[in-house]
RNA sequence: UGAGCAGGAUAAGUGAUCGCUGCCGCUGCUCCGAAAGGACGCGGGAGAGGAAAGUCCGGGCUUCACAGGGCAGGAUACCAGAUAACGUCUGGCGGAGGCGACUCCAGAGACAGUGCAACAGAAAUAUACCGCCGGUUUCGGCCGGUAAGGGUGGAAGGGCAGUGUAAGAGACUACCGCCCGGGUGGUAACAUCCGGGGCACAUGUAAACCUUAUCCGAAGCAAGACCGAACAGAAAGCAUAAGGCGGCCCGUCUGCUUUCGGGUAGGUCGCUUGAGCCUGGCGGCGACGUCAGGACUAGAUAGAUGAUCACUCACGACAUAACCCGGCUUAUCGUCCUGCUCAUAGC
RNA sequence: GGCGACAUAGCCAAGUGGUAAGGCGUGGGUCUGCAAAACCCUGACUCGCCGGUUCAAAUCCGGCUGUCGCCU
């Protein structure tokens, strides 16, 4: 496997905005939604209101790096689709790292092994 | 030393680990496949910009349209050159600004025609309000001449001085301006000189319509080409066996295979070696051209540059390729280099 | 990535080079015992921003900024 799944469809993504659960904090919004798949997907949205493309882009290579740095400890078989939100592009990695931790606490997806 | 003008270069760096996208290689163990090959693994090497931006021009490329010409529509506009082409660039001319280095110009035509010019003003391209002069008078004025003066306006009938006249007026004269013709220099724009017209054309606006000259078919890689599940359709053949409707027959609906054809999801190509880059010689004031040598330098397809650690400093601006080039415009923390101008002081 | 449209008062908006219409709303007044309704009055000074053409620009011409739409 060369690189992890991703939800690409626009489709697929509002199956999850409209049959999963969603919290936020201040630089995140989370949509989960279980998939019949046996393995996580994740997808990416980040508005054009957070800033040009540079902005973007390091905000979206960010996230796909917390989620492959943590995708062992969360369970599997689900459908995640993360959205910055315009805070963000002040915020540096480890900022958004403890928040992406924070909304897997409210949404209970993490595994009890630690 | 201070103030400035013009041009150019650069766009934080180094090392280690994990991760991502192409490319190349493998005595290869594992999987798929008839094979070619692919997946996976290991190793090597490559991996955003000067503006990649805005999409404002120009071209290549692709599809569609097209005998040729004209009209319509659009663009450009001093002259000569460069270029694949351009609204770009170079060198000149004219004008404007600056003490200067130098900078800026949307810089054809308003004697081809039409339109518009609010308000003010008597009058806006045609006219007499006041004034001046002559005549007349019932002394209020009326008739005629007149653009020298007043006032209005962004703009008032070529300017200024003189002659002249009742008062005036290119009516006449000199200079300037304008128009016409010619000489000289220059490829040309243009510069300069001579002669003539006595001025008949004569406010501004062409980023108003327009005239003249030149150029332009349209759309854009989500262009387009190929393969192609599913599915709508057509034709041929087979079975008339079975099932539904029906009490039964007739009838009617449902079938299978092959071929054709449309082309959706999806995939492959287009896709990166190029009117390109670096160094040097030659031609040219220059833009640029030409010759020789050298290097190969992203190609993704929801879209690759991030994370961690260590060190240095000026503590890091604007900003991420998406078919490719040539320009323009706009954004930008700084650092460095070259040439030149002015002022002050010293030699 | 490509193509196109729009921007005028708090809101909806008209506008042809020459003083920027109108409606809703706001505020004030008349009316009423008090209100509602009705009637009268009321505001643009940066016409998104920066330049240019013109005597004069919301309007014409360039360049920026923002918003929206189409092509999948």
Known sequence: MKRFP????NSEFQKVYK???????????MYVRKSERPDTRIGISVS???GNSVVRHRVTRRIRE???LHREETNSGL???VTARPAAKE????????????????????????
């Open 6 to 9: 991703s939800i690409k469809k």
């Open 19 to 29: 049959g999963g659960t969603s919290y936020a904090n201040r630089l995140l919004v």
């Open 48 to 50: 054009k209101k957070v």
């Open 66 to 68: 917390i989620f492959r």
């Open 79 to 81: 459908d995640i689709v």
């Open 91 to 114: 915020s540096d990695f480890k900022k958004l790292e403890s928040a992406y931790l924070h909304l897997c606490g409210l949404h209970n997806i993490r595994k009890e092994s630690k």
